[in-house]
């Protein structure tokens, strides 16, 4: 049976700001922090129960028996109060995380909010000063085994840098403005990992880091956005930064094995890793790998770019859901297995094809080596590399 207090919850719980989760956005939340005065929803409340009972106490708005206080508190707080309040100075790189992120995203914005108090005390904000130093995990180039490094983030160099001796010159030296950071923890096998990918040498190059605590994973996440985006603002003074924001790293749009022919007719099925990048769909031979066997610029409609459902397969039983990809440069003939992943890829490059192109959309794309050719492929390389056009580009993002 409904109790009066439960009966004042629902009530409250459908007011503007309370009717979604108070950290996540997720809709209709049934769960509450009862000390907070916060409505939330189940994921949430059970990273609110890991916190502590000093920090959060957690109730089911249903299933829990609530105090006439307790629900005067629910009334007198609510979501829009305490988002003034514990949000009041999130920085604008900060990724404010949707209720289908990485859990370690959700739950380190969750215990920057109540436990450690950042965006009321942003002198706590330790990922702002453009500078950072420490270990992380990293995996090998050529062996599948995580080793220390010694990471160094510098906004003025416009660098990060990794070192296998910390007194020897950097292994590795990648440009911040032209870094993609992305959390990918099921295919990494980590929940507190993160996948770096950059430019080297005309290639795309991924590494793959991880850390224990996921605090650390988190601020340098949100350290090498920051400098990111002091480096964009540098670079388009002019720009709001609500724009420059959405130029910020995001993650994958999509990822998954999908089975690919090679450019002739007789050529067989080859299974491969396929991952969205932005507008870079490259394909691997394995997920882990460090270099992308190829990469397809994907462009605007406009520009002669289309996704089609195919009809014939060409024999290969895994390969029972074809479609092509058709850029100006060549068609590419790709295949799922299933419905629903064939489904999943169209969709998200039709909205890749449909979206316009902006300057950083192309400089993915940029090569350090000389470009030949509008839409040329670099034949140098033995990872086949598709250029955008020149007019697309610009000298920064
Ligand atoms: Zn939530």
């Known amino acids: 049976m409904v109790d009066h207090n439960q009966k004042l919850l629902q009530e409250l719980q459908k007011k503007s700001g309370n009717n979604v989760c108070?950290?996540?956005?997720?809709l209709d939340p049934d769960w509450a922090s009862y000390n907070?005065?916060?409505?939330?929803?189940?994921?949430c409340a059970s990273i609110h129960r890991g916190m502590g009972a000093h920090i959060s106490k957690v109730k089911h708005l249903k299933l829990d028996r609530w105090e006439d206080s307790q629900v005067q508190r629910m009334?007198?707080?609510?979501?829009n109060a305490a988002k003034n309040k514990?949000?009041?100075?999130?920085?604008?790189?900060?990724?404010?995380?949707?209720?289908?992120d990485p859990q370690v995203l959700i739950e380190q914005w969750i215990r920057a909010k109540y436990e450690r108090e950042e965006?009321?005390?942003?002198?706590?904000?330790?990922?702002?000063?453009?500078?950072?130093?420490?270990?992380?995990?990293?995996?090998?180039?050529?062996?599948?085994?995580?080793?220390?490094?010694?990471?160094?983030?510098s906004e003025n160099e416009d660098t990060l840098k990794y070192h296998v001796r910390e007194n020897k010159e950097p292994k590795?030296?990648?440009?911040?403005?032209?870094?993609?950071?992305?959390?990918?923890?099921?295919k990494i096998g980590h929940m507190n990992s993160m996948q770096l990918t950059f430019m080297k040498d005309g290639s795309t190059r991924h590494i793959y880091v991880y850390h224990e605590d996921p605090e650390v994973i988190s601020n340098w996440y949100t350290a090498i956005r920051c400098a990111q985006l002091h480096l964009l603002q540098v670079a388009f003074p002019s720009m709001p930064q609500s724009d420059l924001v959405l130029r910020l790293p995001k993650d994958f749009a999509r990822e998954g094995w999908l089975w690919k022919t090679g450019p002739r007719p007789s050529d067989a099925h080859r299974r491969r890793w396929f991952t969205l990048d932005n507008r870079k769909l490259m394909y691997h031979d394995e997920p882990l790998d460090a270099y992308p066997k190829g990469e397809i610029f994907v462009g605007h409609e406009s520009n002669g770019y289309c996704i089609k459902v195919s009809n014939t397969?060409?024999?290969?039983?895994?390969?029972?859901?074809?479609f092509q990809l058709v850029t100006p440069d060549r068609t590419y003939c790709l295949a799922a297995t299933t419905h629903e992943d064939r489904d999943g890829w169209l969709a998200v490059i039709q909205q890749t094809i449909k979206r316009p192109l902006t300057p950083q959309d192309s400089t993915s794309f940029?090569?350090?080596?000389?470009?030949?050719?509008?839409?040329?492929?670099?034949?140098?390389?033995?990872?086949?590399?598709?250029?955008?056009?020149?007019?697309a580009m610009e000298s920064y993002y």
């Open 36 to 43: 907070l005065g916060i409505f939330i929803c189940m994921r």
């Open 172 to 186: 590795g030296v990648l440009k911040l403005s032209e870094l993609n950071v992305a959390f990918a923890p099921s």
């Open 86 to 100: 514990y949000e009041e100075r999130v920085p604008p790189c900060y990724r404010r995380p949707n209720k289908n």
């Open 366 to 391: 940029m090569q350090t080596g000389p470009r030949r050719t509008l839409w040329s492929k670099n034949l140098s390389s033995p990872r086949r590399l598709l250029q955008p056009p020149q007019a």
């Open 22 to 26: 108070a950290d996540c956005g997720n």
């Open 313 to 322: 397969g060409n024999g290969c039983k895994d390969a029972r859901f074809p």
């Open 75 to 79: 009334k007198e707080v609510g979501n």
């Open 119 to 153: 965006f009321c005390h942003p002198e706590r904000q330790s990922y702002l000063s453009g500078t950072m130093e420490g270990f992380l995990m990293k995996r090998g180039k050529e062996d599948s085994r995580y080793q220390l490094r010694k990471f160094v983030l």
